[in-house]
């Protein structure tokens, strides 16, 4: 059992994501020198996920997706401790560790993400394809090179959501990575001359695609659609995929080549081991990213409960809320942001053009825009880069609150 430092309070977050990663950053930043923070991780590096696309549809190498935790989190005063968690037992606040060890925490910030469940969907990791971590978008990279054109089929499982917070249900975790594979797909299979003897179909468990967005949106992105011979179907289930086809809970089947499916997102097993979350995994937190029946423990990210959909901005929003909630009951002088969620998210099209999209109507309320072109991709490009280089810092907010002016401005 390590308990180090004990003249501070011990924060202990599990997860080096874009959610743990900023509430490291946050409580440094508001808390200096005055807590022991360690942060926990199965991997000694931490991925930037929304550089899948281009790891699985251009060829980016996976590494460039990657930065060492290490240098992420000692660089801050903090400690990285790579390890797989087991188990929590809040009563004693104390994690357990697969190598037998444990830690003990003063607080703790849960935000190990989702897991992809590829087994949910059978024949997936056989005969299918996926962009949701560096090794099966390197993989769908690969199998590219000798894809001479065919049936491409592309769309999402349904994922489980409990009812213990009041968040928006979605049918679909994040359809925005389908978004961005249909249209690079359609991109690379008319830069390689295959596009007219192929087809895309894309299938959404949900009755909408992209429920998370409003009307302004869907008219944005519906003319690009056409524009590239896309044929969307919602209401669709799927259940297998075969070597030749796939089939759906209705009993449909259809003709495919090449299959990319996102599959369901489910909560870590330690969560539901450790009783913490909702009937369905997801750990229920208030607005400050609180857990409802345990005052030092917090959830951000895609574990949270909160988390609709489950989206890259969203995480990082409720990481800097939790890492505030900390400092602040720690006697810092510091403002908890308010929770007020919203789909931002920019979505590569293939060479130099993305879509930006902006949404809050989900939440009730009334920013619904999507602005496509070359600007959108070459902020996608800065974000990364960014990202890479500073070791898992997201941009600074002014940055964020410029685009999001500069957006509102355009359609104003």
């Not at 005052?295 to 890259?312: E, H, M, T, W, Y």
């Amino acid at each position: 059992m390590t308990r180090n430092n004990r003249d501070k309070p011990r924060v202990l977050i599990i997860g080096g994501g874009f959610a743990g990663l900023t509430a490291l950053h946050h409580l440094q930043h508001s808390l200096k020198k005055l807590v022991f923070i360690t942060l926990i991780d199965s991997n000694s590096n931490s991925v930037n996920r929304p550089t899948m696309p281009e790891i699985a549809f251009a060829g980016k190498p996976a590494a460039h997706a990657l930065f060492p935790l290490d240098k992420a989190v000692n660089v801050h005063g903090a400690e990285f401790h790579r390890g797989t968690v087991t188990g929590i037992d809040a009563s004693i606040s104390q994690v357990r560790l697969e190598d037998g060890r444990s830690l003990i925490y003063d607080y703790l910030i849960i935000a190990p993400g989702a897991v992809h469940d590829y087994d949910a969907v059978e024949g997936l990791d056989k005969f299918g394809y996926s962009v949701c971590d560096e090794t099966h978008a390197s993989q769908l990279w690969e199998s590219l090179q000798t894809f001479k054109g065919g049936n491409v089929v592309i769309g999402s499982a349904p994922t489980q959501h409990g009812s213990r917070v009041q968040a928006p249900i979605l049918t679909a975790a994040c359809e925005g990575p389908v978004g961005e594979a249909m249209f690079m797909m359609d991109y690379l299979m008319r830069k390689s001359d295959v596009r007219d003897q192929s087809t895309i179909k894309i299938f959404s468990p949900a009755e909408r695609f992209f429920e998370d967005v409003g009307p302004k949106v869907h008219k944005a992105l519906g003319p690009l659609i056409d524009k590239a011979s896309i044929e969307v179907t919602t209401n669709k289930e799927i259940v297998q995929v075969a070597a030749d086809h796939v089939s759906f809970s209705d009993g449909a089947e259809w003709p495919s080549d090449f299959t990319i499916v996102l599959p369901p997102h489910v909560a870590p097993e330690f969560i539901k081991n450790s009783g913490l979350g909702d009937e369905a995994g997801w750990i229920p937190t208030d607005y400050s990213m609180q857990h409802l029946d345990y005052s030092n423990i917090f959830a951000v990210g895609d574990c949270n409960a909160l988390s609709q959909p489950k989206l890259g901005h969203i995480a990082a929003m409720q990481g800097e809320i939790a890492a505030k909630a900390i400092a602040k009951e720690l006697g810092a002088s510091v403002t908890v942001p308010d929770f007020k969620p919203e789909v931002f998210c920019i979505m590569n099209r293939g060479g130099h053009e993305a879509t930006l999209i902006l949404a809050d109507t989900l939440y009730g309320g009334s920013r619904d825009i999507a602005i496509s072109g070359a600007l959108p991709h070459t902020m996608k490009w800065g974000f990364d880069l960014y990202v890479g280089y500073t070791h898992g810092h997201l941009p600074p907010q002014w940055s964020q609150d410029v685009i999001e002016r500069l957006v509102e401005l355009k359609h104003q």
